[in-house]
């Protein structure tokens, strides 16, 4: 009788080392490493940003997503004091409606965007910042391909002064 359960056993446990590793891929783990990445790419930057003390400037928007064309752009952003001044279509020189863009209208709410998407957890979300001053060129928010997401371009960047300006 014991060598029938023997011999069982044996089958059993060779079955066994031959069987596929099933594994869960690391997906809490990696998540949470991206997140604590972005956040403290986002804090250096801020930080970077914040010394600067730009309060004029002016910026090109351009979005690529599935939305309105007046979302899309490019447009053009000018603040003064910190106070989006305008934003206009970059094309036809015609004022966009300051709502529809009201989370890109200036760097500090760019700023707030990054932030909001970290914490919700929800989206993919990529970052490149400017070297020297700090603000986001790209913040690429969900997946663009399934019609899910957004991809923003911010470019000639303009710190302004007393009717003269610094391309940077």
Same mark, same amino acid.
């Given at each position: 009788m014991r060598l029938p359960i023997a011999i069982g056993?044996?089958?059993v446990a060779s079955l066994s080392l031959n069987a596929?590793?099933?594994?869960?891929?690391?997906?809490?783990?990696?998540?949470?490493?991206?997140? /604590? @990445?972005?956040?403290?790419q986002l804090k250096i930057n801020r930080?970077?940003?914040n010394r600067q003390k730009i309060n004029n400037y002016r910026y090109r928007v351009s979005n690529s997503c599935f939305?309105?064309?007046?979302?899309?752009?490019?447009?053009?952003?000018e603040v003064r004091n910190g106070i989006t001044k305008s934003i206009t279509n970059a094309q036809t020189g015609k004022r966009v409606n300051p709502e529809l863009l009201q989370q890109y209208s200036t760097i500090p709410k760019l700023f707030n965007l990054?932030?909001?998407?970290? /914490? @919700?957890?929800?989206?993919?979300?990529?970052?490149?910042?400017?070297?020297?001053?700090?603000?986001?060129?790209?913040?690429n928010i969900g997946?663009?391909?399934?019609?899910?997401?957004i991809f923003t371009t911010i470019s000639n960047f303009e710190v302004l002064g007393q009717g003269s300006y610094i391309k940077r």
């Amino acid at each position: 009788m014991r060598l029938p359960i023997a011999i069982g056993a044996i089958l059993v446990a060779s079955l066994s080392l031959n069987a596929p590793v099933m594994s869960v891929p690391p997906t809490h783990g990696a998540k949470a490493e991206i997140t /604590n @990445s972005n956040l403290t790419q986002l804090k250096i930057n801020r930080q970077l940003w914040n010394r600067q003390k730009i309060n004029n400037y002016r910026y090109r928007v351009s979005n690529s997503c599935f939305c309105l064309p007046d979302f899309r752009g490019p447009l053009i952003i000018e603040v003064r004091n910190g106070i989006t001044k305008s934003i206009t279509n970059a094309q036809t020189g015609k004022r966009v409606n300051p709502e529809l863009l009201q989370q890109y209208s200036t760097i500090p709410k760019l700023f707030n965007l990054i932030r909001n998407t970290i /914490n @919700s957890g929800e989206s993919e979300l990529t970052v490149v910042y400017n070297s020297q001053l700090g603000y986001p060129t790209q913040i690429n928010i969900g997946n663009l391909a399934a019609d899910a997401g957004i991809f923003t371009t911010i470019s000639n960047f303009e710190v302004l002064g007393q009717g003269s300006y610094i391309k940077r």
